[in-house]
């Protein structure tokens, strides 16, 4: 009996993945050579290195934080970063005094402790950044999770803003309707690659970095690209760290329980 519900659950799997195989096999004889412009000419996120990648990976802080000078600078004025707190950035070396300076700048709508009444006041560490009124073209997103949100993560940022051309020829050859809307702009990393943000990194030395660093496009945008790893998942580094314990403390534990099962049962075999 056992062995014929075995035998059916085996079947049952192979059945699956024969079924997945041959849609796959349909989909792919279907799609032959790209037909629809987005097919043809959205690019992959080309590969970014930041220290925070891999199992053990860290966060450069130092970047982190310039990476937050570049949001501040150039994207808060159109995107917000909600999930994050002033008081957040001492994790990234910003000082108490700075976070406050930063945090009164911003108008908070919030109740009157005294009255039960809202109110406006300014910004106090505690508080977390607030909503970008926006009155341009297209929505901005909230950046706070764009890396986790976004295939390609904290890449794929770096692309897109670097990815800023001119529409290929190629693409208006064969695809004559596909001209960018005006008020739009051509970026081959979006997904369906015309993009209502503007380019916003343009030209080195628009951002002023605190600790001199030279702010190249390049620089600025892998910086941002970090800064927006960070907010998406601040404590990163602790879950690695635990992680990497745990880890540990697993093969230990093995090697332990190994070496007491040879140790009591040593007699009974007879070793
Ligand atoms: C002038 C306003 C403006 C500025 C400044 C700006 N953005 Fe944007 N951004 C937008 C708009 C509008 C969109 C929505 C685009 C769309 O949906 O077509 C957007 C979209 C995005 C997206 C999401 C793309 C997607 O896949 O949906 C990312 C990531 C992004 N911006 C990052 C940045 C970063 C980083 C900066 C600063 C270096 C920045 N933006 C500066 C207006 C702006």
């Known amino acids: 009996m056992i062995r014929i519900f075995s ?45 925070s990648d891999g199992w053990f990976g860290k966060f450069d802080r130092k970047q982190v934080k310039r990476g937050f000078e570049v949001y501040n600078q150039v994207c808060a004025s159109c995107h917000a970063i909600q999930h994050v707190a002033y008081r957040d950035l001492a994790d990234i070396g910003m000082s108490e005094s700075e976070i406050k300076t930063l945090a009164a700048t ?24 607030q909503a970008v009124v926006y009155g341009g073209q297209g929505t901005p997103p909230d950046l706070s999770l764009i890396t986790k949100a976004r295939h390609g993560g904290a890449a794929y940022v770096h692309s897109l803003l670097t990815g800023y051309t001119n529409q ?12 960018t809307p005006d008020g739009l702009h051509y970026n081959p990393y979006f997904a369906n690659l015309n993009i209502a ?54 093969i230990y534990a093995t090697v332990l329980g190994y070496m007491s099962y040879r140790n009591v049962w040593a007699e009974k075999k007879g070793h």
């Open 7 to 51: 035998i059916l659950a085996g079947l049952f799997f192979v059945g699956a993945l024969a079924w997945s195989l041959l849609w796959d096999t349909i989909g792919f004889a279907h799609d032959g050579l790209p037909n629809t412009v987005e097919k043809a000419f959205h690019e992959h996120p080309r590969p970014l290195k930041l220290s």
């Open 106 to 129: 911003a108008t908070v709508n919030a109740k009157d402790p005294l009255t039960g009444e809202m109110k406006d006041r300014p910004g106090l560490p505690s508080d977390h950044f």
């Open 168 to 179: 290929p020829a190629e693409l208006l050859k064969r695809f004559p309707d596909a001209k």
């Open 197 to 250: 943000m503007p380019p916003p990194l343009t030209s080195d030395g628009q951002v002023t970095y605190s600790d001199g660093t030279k702010a190249t496009v390049e620089q600025m945008s892998t910086d941002v690209a970090a800064f927006l790893v960070w907010t998406a998942e601040p404590k990163l580094d602790k879950r690695h760290q635990v992680g990497f314990w745990w880890v540990g403390f697993l």
